[in-house]
């Protein structure tokens, strides 16, 4: 990320930064994450969960309707009758196919 920013002309700061947003950099964490860091029931699986959810967030906020698909889906296995979430599964896929496909 940061090689690609700098071929394209983006400043040695300003590729720095883009290599942090997209990387999740495990040592740089709050003092209560930490310390649930440290505990038998915390563990790597929080601090992970902390460092994703920004990025989920701010791609949610960004393209709502490519996110609402995935949140849907999941709805639809948690919650509802499997044979409508595969169907709904395979409906995506087949739009994906038809969207990649159909020429610009």
Do not use: C
């Not at 720095?16 to 994450?33: N, W």
Request: no cysteine.
């Amino acid at each position: 990320m940061y090689l690609r920013n700098r071929d394209f002309g983006v400043s040695p700061r300003g590729s720095a930064a883009a290599a942090r947003r997209s990387l999740f950099d495990y040592s740089e964490v709050g003092t209560a994450i930490d310390w649930m860091q440290s505990r038998a029931w915390g563990g790597n699986f929080i601090v992970f969960l902390y460092k994703a959810l920004p990025y989920i967030i701010r791609q949610a906020l960004k393209h709502p309707v490519r996110f609402s698909k995935w949140v849907l889906a999941v709805y639809l296995l948690t919650f509802s009758n499997w044979v409508l979430a595969v169907y709904f599964l395979i409906l995506v896929g087949w739009l994906a196919l038809v969207y990649a496909t159909t020429p610009r």
